[in-house]
């Protein structure tokens, strides 16, 4: 494996080991048109905006997360390109030692 990609798997799969980021992607990812807003996630986690805007920063560096700004507004999106990286890593086949 090339170091680039080990480095952005290993990117990915740090901005997804953390409880509330898992819970933040589902609920970003199960919202009615597939996106929320910063306000909609802090009620939904009874967290402050500060943290979720610190988690939903590190998701988006790492590419799991796409956002979009609407006046005030920055809405989140899956990003369908990272979570077809996170795939990829699962179906990855494992190796044994011989």
Do not use: F, N
Request: hydrophobic share 40%; with cysteine; net charge positive.
């Amino acid at each position: 494996m090339e170091r680039a990609r080990a480095e952005r798997i290993a990117g990915v799969l740090k901005a997804i080991a953390d409880p509330t980021r898992l819970q933040l992607l589902h609920l970003i990812q199960s919202a009615p048109d597939g996106e929320a807003c910063v306000g909609d996630l802090t009620e939904r986690l009874g967290l402050r905006q500060p943290t979720v805007s610190h988690h939903l920063k590190t998701m988006t560096a790492a590419g799991l997360l796409a956002r979009e700004r609407r006046g005030t507004w920055v809405w989140y999106s899956v990003d369908p390109d990272g979570m077809e990286a996170v795939r990829e890593i699962l179906r990855a086949p494992a190796r044994t030692a011989s």
